[in-house]
């Protein structure tokens, strides 16, 4: 499993209130949903990111109300990994569930720049920026995370299971 794009990046203690603004949350369709993502503190979001894409946050990213919206929402928009020195426990939870690939990794959030493109290997936690030419260590997932977010969620793997 890996990843490839270019970066999308903001600072610290960004919260789901930004990520999602709560004025939207009535919005059923995940994709209309998704053009609202970061709206807030970046009107050029949904115009510039493309599928693959990954956002890079700093500490405490996705902090705030412990809504689902706010993960799935970056997911929808085609961010296939935010990388972040530390993330909400809520927000990382939620991120797994719904099958956002999520990594922690400081080294990574503090040199990477908006639009470098960089590239993630989850089955090492190897980041590479090939604008740089830097490469970044981060945890990689346990097998068993691995699987929720190639299954594309818990509900979707608890269902592969099942059937399988």
Known sequence: MNAKGFVHKYGDNVDTDVIIPARYLNIADKK???THCMEDIDKNFVHAVKAGDVMVGGFNFGCGSSREHAPMVIKESGISCVIAKTFARIFYRNAINIGLAILECPEASEKIEAGDEVSIDF???LITNA???ETYQANPFPD??????Q???LMADIKKRQEG
Not at 144 to 149: D, L, P, R
Request: hydrophobic share 40%; glycine share 22%.
């Open 123 to 125: 089955d090492t936690g």
């Open 32 to 34: 209309e949903l998704a």
């Open 151 to 153: 299954a594309g969620g």
């Open 144 to 149: 068993f995370i691995k699987e929720i977010i």
């Open 131 to 133: 604008t740089k030419g």
